[in-house]
């Protein structure tokens, strides 16, 4: 008779311990604002000193210098995005929205997932930092948590507040 009583007594205790929903403040909002994603995505803003505004005279034609062998990512693809995409200083809640809105519409959800798993840029943040001058560091925990937090934010609805 105690094991029937004891399974009884936990499968009452299991809803008071259902975990919490994942926000984007968790986990994700520190990686996003790790200097190898911002420092691209701030690469055109003049109001935060982006670095088309200062190391980068030279802004064209961004694969001589960033090739392929060195970033491991397909010619073309080491481009840096328009100021709109620039989230430099904002908080979890405004960042979480601004990224929302940026997406585009359609399935938002299928559309962050690809996104945020199989962008070759995200990949080269987390698991390489090579620029021509040298590797810098990359967003700790690489590709493993990062793809890890990612689902349980989406798959929790992407909840920003
Ligand atoms: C080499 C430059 C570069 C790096 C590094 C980079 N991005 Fe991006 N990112 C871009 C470009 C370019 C786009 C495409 C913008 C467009 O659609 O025109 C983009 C788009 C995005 C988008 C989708 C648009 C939106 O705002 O919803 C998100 C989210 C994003 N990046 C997050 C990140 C995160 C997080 C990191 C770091 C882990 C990162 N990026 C690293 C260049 C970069
Ligand atoms: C003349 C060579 C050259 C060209 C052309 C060039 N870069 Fe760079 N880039 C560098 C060097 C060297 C560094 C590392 C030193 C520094 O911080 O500026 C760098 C660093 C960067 C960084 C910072 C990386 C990080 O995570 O800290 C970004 C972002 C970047 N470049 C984007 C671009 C984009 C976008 C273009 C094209 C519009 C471009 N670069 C064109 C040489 C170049």
């Known amino acids: 008779m105690k094991w029937p009583l004891l399974c009884a007594a936990l499968t009452l205790a299991l809803p008071a311990q259902a975990t919490p929903p994942v926000r984007f403040g968790d986990a994700l909002h520190a990686k996003f604002h790790h200097d190898r994603c911002l420092q691209c995505h701030q690469f055109n803003s003049r109001a935060h000193q ?42 979890a809640r405004t960042t979480c929205h601004l990224i929302k809105r940026n997406l585009g519409s359609g399935d938002t959800r299928r559309l962050m997932r690809e996104h945020l798993l199989d962008d070759a840029r995200i990949r080269w943040s987390l698991e390489s930092g090579m620029t021509p001058a040298g590797r810098f560091p990359t967003v700790p925990g690489g590709y493993e948590a990062w793809a890890r937090d990612v689902k349980a934010w989406i798959d929790g609805g992407m909840i920003c507040d």
Do not use: I
């Open 50 to 91: 982006g670095r088309a505004f200062h190391s980068h005279r030279a802004r064209y034609l961004c694969d001589n210098c960033h090739a392929p062998r060195l970033t491991g990512l397909a010619r073309g693809e080491w481009m840096a995005p328009a100021d709109k995409f620039d989230y430099t200083g904002l908080d």
